[in-house]
């Protein structure tokens, strides 16, 4: 009946709420859907400004699925490693790199599995980035197992449930941008990553191709970078976001995300012929 069917559901918010409320207070616990692990401070998490910069990448799509093949992965994980990868070189120049992993928000679609809807139904969830992992094979597999763990969680909950509980979740994010509010909050999470589907065939305007399509990113307060990938006719176009004050030498993740693709293309061949 739909009583008992609404019961459940509470039931489940209830089980998942305490989830959340066992993470906050045991930061060290692995992270999932349910039970998020603890944030890290970091730079990334310090008050922002207005002003900004913006930094681009450019992948041949082929490129990214050639490795997501090789690993067993998917391309959103590649991405996912490769943000991970250039971020921690780039805070290791700093000497701010956190002990703990950096932990990524990666939007995903909470529309019911099976439903036609046109309609969006997006939430955010919380990625382990493995930053604090050497060796590049093992931060991969870290962060496999993060987005799995996430999924396995999401799956076990009725759908009835998902939206409330995304909410509940959602709650200390809101009270962070309060002002005098959010330097007492804990961060919900160090950075944004996206992946968004584009237009598989090239634009032209009068004649003139359209060659690349890079997105820009609203920071949050407390939130100064945003790692943003559109594909666009056989291509990864990737837009990074960043506070101007609170990261400088913002270009240099960018240089750092074309390099770990190469490593790891390096890696991975050494490996074969091995």
């Known amino acids: 009946s739909q009583t008992a069917g609404a019961l459940a559901s509470l039931a489940s918010l209830g089980r998942a709420g305490a989830g959340l409320l066992r993470g906050a ?23 922002i400004n207005q002003q900004r910069r913006f930094a681009t990448q450019q992948f041949d799509e082929a490129r990214i ?19 991970g990868t250039s971020l921690r070189r780039f805070f290791k120049e700093y000497n701010a790199l956190p002990e703990d ?18 309609t969006n139904a997006v939430a955010g969830i919380r990625v382990d980035l493995g930053t604090h992992i050497g060796d590049p094979l093992a931060r991969l597999a870290a962060v496999k197992a993060s987005i799995q763990a996430v999924r396995d ?13 995304v909410l509940l979740r959602a709650a200390p994010l809101i009270a962070s941008q309060l002002p005098g509010v959010g330097r007492f909050v804990p961060p ?25 399509i890079y997105p820009i990113s609203q920071l949050m307060q407390f ?10 006719a056989g291509t990864l176009n990737i837009g990074i976001t960043g506070a101007r004050d609170t990261l400088p030498h913002l270009q240099r993740l960018a ?15 050494a490996e074969d012929v091995a």
């Open 25 to 47: 207070l045991s930061p060290d616990k692995s992270g999932g859907f349910l039970l998020p692990r603890g944030v890290p401070r970091s730079t990334l998490n310090r008050a």
């Open 101 to 118: 992993s950096l932990v990524g928000l990666l939007p995903v679609s909470l529309r019911e599995r099976g439903s036609l809807s046109a």
């Open 153 to 165: 969680d999401r799956n076990s909950l009725p759908e009835e449930a998902i939206t409330p509980y």
């Open 255 to 269: 240089v750092y995300l074309g390099g770990a693709l190469v490593d790891l293309e390096q890696l991975l061949s």
């Open 188 to 212: 919900a999470y160090n950075l944004k990553i996206s992946n968004t589907h584009g237009a598989d065939a090239p634009s032209y305007f009068d004649g003139a191709r359209l060659n690349a």
């Open 223 to 232: 939130s100064a970078l945003s790692i943003d990938c559109v594909s666009y």
């Open 65 to 83: 699925e050639r490795v997501a093949a090789a690993t067993d992965s998917t391309v959103n994980e590649i991405l996912t490693y490769l943000c």
